[in-house]
């Protein structure tokens, strides 16, 4: 296993070249760029044998891996913010074709105002599209991710694509000590593709993408909905056997086991931080820290957005009195996202917690230990709204 | 029923869902004989899109993808660089088959884009001149004094005030080998064009003028008459570009060609041009403009671009 200390944008760009796509389509965007300049440079090197599309647009990355994919080969494509807003027609079509197509998603702000700072507004936004979600703490994360969402996709009873989401900047960039498979290792693990869906064969000639009528619409969408509820089952399959058969090298920088989440000092906590991503990290170092002073505090870190992991969100928590989600995106004109689904979540629960929204980092504003405290303490007092912005 | 020297083979099956005399459907059966078994279909949304794919039945005995109604270029691009990567690139034709409203409009950028990178398949677009899916509202490719569902012809207005867009040349400046225009009325010579924009490498373009009855409000049995007055009237002449030499084929004399009175007089989207009033003013601008793109395809020809 080769160890580095690597940007996390260019760990993807090394899990990419791992995985081998036969197309690579992108577009550049901050805070992408750096994943696809970096697979760029193996291509023309020769280290990676893809065919890579530079394409005049995220709309035609997202329809180019569209088309390659049902020609019958895997692909990669990344893009950030505006470039997801403008994939978002495709994404649809992409996940109703049930076409395996895998992206990283460099999470940035939305305009307007232009922001090329980390948010979730973007992915959060595009989260009923159809796709698989995961949400990376860490660069190793981000790596073992990205290996992973192409074993889920391209499962027979998944056939559904899936992004990773990074923080924009504040992982995208950040460098970090990664463990790397050899390719040989790689190779077993995620064989060569095999697609199990429909394919452009002038041999088997079929029609891709057709029109659905009234009477056949709901039926297909039904299908659909069907295999991402239930891939949750195979995502847990392959998360298991990726950390069996890749053990932690560097402690600390991925869970031991990895699942749809991953539960941080719960087991005695009355408190619980929920969030996503890398925020994480330092919500860990604050916990630990509160451990200190015997304040029991934990984290629940959701990994698997989408599908949304209803049972593994309400039994890590059921003892928890108080919930603190902290989010870096809105929804404006009602109550954030996360919050509104954990409270949904337990509606039927006998002990119900008390659960508390924040909006925090909007456009690259730094949450740091002082606002963690902060919204920690108003918890802990009683103190607030039940939904705040800290700014 | 066989076209005279065209294969019989059929690989796009009767039993669709177009209406009668539809020029699109007729294309359609000239491009995928051209095309022929080893090919694969890319169609935006459109007319033939929904009248030839209603789940689960299918018109399509080659295989065909539907996306969306503006990335048909995209998808092309991909299936184009995953054929190469599996090797099998120089065994398969990938044939885009897009209306106007797909190509001169909402298209146009992500087209533009894979002619740029030089993706080796075929665009061909089914050019009936306006947004007919969704019920006859003007495009890019609409002509002058049309009058469609966007751009009615009123009081104020004679119908569409803009010129057609010329797409054909804008696409032979991106650079490709071969691009052509073509008509069903001379199927042939469509035939002929759609077999030479597929055998030369890199993105190719044919432009076939296809007859929408419906839309353009003439009896069925009249599509092919119409194509062929467009021709004869030079509303709509047949040339090609290869390797950027013109080529004008027909009609190549700016002074015998048919009044475009003639072409005009048999649609009703121009029937304002002549009741209650006569817009000859209308009438006489069109005739100029004609003659003037024969005279400068014809210099084309003689001088290049």
Redesign the interface.
Known sequence: MKKDVIEASHAIAEAVKLVKP??V?AYPITPQTHIVERISEFVANGEL???Y?????E??AI???????????R?YTSTSAQGLALMF??LY?VAG?RLPVCMTVANRAMSAPINIWNDHQDSIGVRDCGWIQFYAETAQEAFDLTIMQYKISEDKRVLTPSMVCIDGFTLSHLYEPVAMPSEEEIDAFLPEYTPYHAV???E??????????PS?YME?KKTQVDAIDNSINVIKEVFHEFSKKFKVEIPGNRPENYDVIESYKLDDAEIAFVALGSICGTIKEFVDDLRKSDEKVGLLKVICYRPFPMEDILNSLKNIEKIIVLEKTVSPGAEPPLYTELRSLFYEALEKPEIRGFIVGLGGKDVNFEKIKKIYDMVKKGKGKKVEWVF | MAILGLPEEEFFSYGHRACAGCGAAIAIRLITKAAGKNSIIVEPTGCMEVTSTPYPETSWKVPWIHGAFENSAAIASGISEALKYLGKADKINIVVIAGDGASYDIGFGHLSGAFERGHNFTYICYDNEAYMNTGIQRSGSTPYAASTTTSPAGKMSIGKAEWKKDITHILAAHGSRYVATASIAYPNDAFRKIKKAIETKGPTFVNLFATCPTGWRVPSEKSIEVARLAVETGVFPLYEIENGKHKLNRPRDPDKLKPIEEYLKIQGRFKHLFKPKKRTDVIEEMQKRVKENIEMLLRYEKYGL
């Open positions: 036969g197309v389509a044998k893809s065919e599309i530079r394409v005049e647009s709309f035609s329809s180019a891996c569209l088309g390659a994919s049902a020609t019958g080969v692909t027609e495709i079509i074709m452009l064969d002038p088997e000639p079929l029609t891709l993408g057709p029109i659905g009528f056949h297909l």
